[in-house]
């Protein structure tokens, strides 16, 4: 038994094969002007408080920096023409040559050489007090900076909460019609706060625990400085 198969010509839109093979999805970019734009009054008012917080945070560290590098200068030499003018019973040399340091150390042994006839517990303690005074110097603005660290990353997650408010109020307002788009934008436009407040924190705390480190060096440098002072004063006596 033969079997005959019915050829037709069949012709086939290659158009709309071709443009689903080679449409691709279109990529949505954002940047972070429009992010930052994109929250809302509230949204904008929490990251130009930010925006402030991180102005301050570089301005106290750069400003402590400098504070700190010059209360630490001292010339290798200092301590040695203090010795010398101890030595010659010189005190107002020894008081001219302090006035002339920026250092912490230099302003510490102008206020023990005054005493120098002194106890050595009496030029310790006229030193101490002194000393006490430069490190509040030194220490000055770091709780403000600490306060920066912690109070940056809540601003941050206050931000996130009003725009988490903002976007279910929305969804309530839609009557039933849930958008994904509109949800999905409400929540990424909040985590913008909370990812702003996260990096200032963190910079503001490494800032704070930098100029602690060198705070406590230069206290340690202050209290071997008052040893020294003191030792060469019981020997020139």
């Known amino acids: 038994m033969k079997t005959f198969f019915l050829q037709v010509p069949v012709t086939v839109d290659t158009s709309a094969i071709d443009l689903t093979q080679t449409s691709e999805p279109i990529q949505k970019t954002l940047s972070i002007l429009e992010l930052i734009t994109s929250g809302g009054l509230g949204g904008q008012i929490i990251m130009i408080s930010l925006a402030v917080l991180s102005i301050l945070t570089v301005y106290f560290f750069w400003e402590r920096i400098q504070v700190i590098r010059s209360a630490t200068k001292l010339d290798s030499k200092f301590m040695?023409?203090?010795?010398?003018?101890?030595?010659?019973?010189?005190?107002?040399?020894?008081?001219?040559?302090?006035?002339?340091?920026?250092?912490?150390?230099?302003?510490?042994?102008?206020?023990?050489?005054?005493?120098?006839?002194?106890?050595?517990?009496?030029?310790?303690?006229?030193?101490?007090?002194?000393?006490?005074?430069?490190?509040?110097?030194?220490e000055f603005n770091l709780s403000s900076l600490a306060t920066i660290a912690g109070a940056a990353p809540m601003i941050g997650f206050l931000g996130t909460v009003i725009g988490m408010i903002i976007a279910f109020h929305e969804m309530a307002s839609a009557g039933g019609q849930i958008d994904i788009e509109m949800l999905s934008k409400g929540i990424y436009t909040a985590m913008t706060t909370t990812v702003a407040g996260l990096i200032v924190g963190i910079v503001a705390y490494l800032a704070y625990n930098q100029l602690v480190s060198k705070v406590t060096q230069a206290t340690f440098n202050m209290e071997q400085g008052t040893a020294e002072f003191i030792d060469i004063v019981s020997k020139t006596k």
Request: hydrophobic fraction near 35%; charge should be neutral; proline fraction near 3%.
């Open 80 to 138: 040695n023409k203090v010795k010398d003018y101890l030595s010659d019973n010189k005190v107002e040399s020894v008081v001219d040559l302090c006035d002339k340091s920026p250092s912490a150390l230099a302003k510490m042994i102008a206020k023990g050489v005054l005493v120098k006839d002194g106890s050595p517990k009496e030029i310790q303690d006229v030193m101490e007090r002194q000393g006490n005074l430069e490190v509040y110097k030194l």
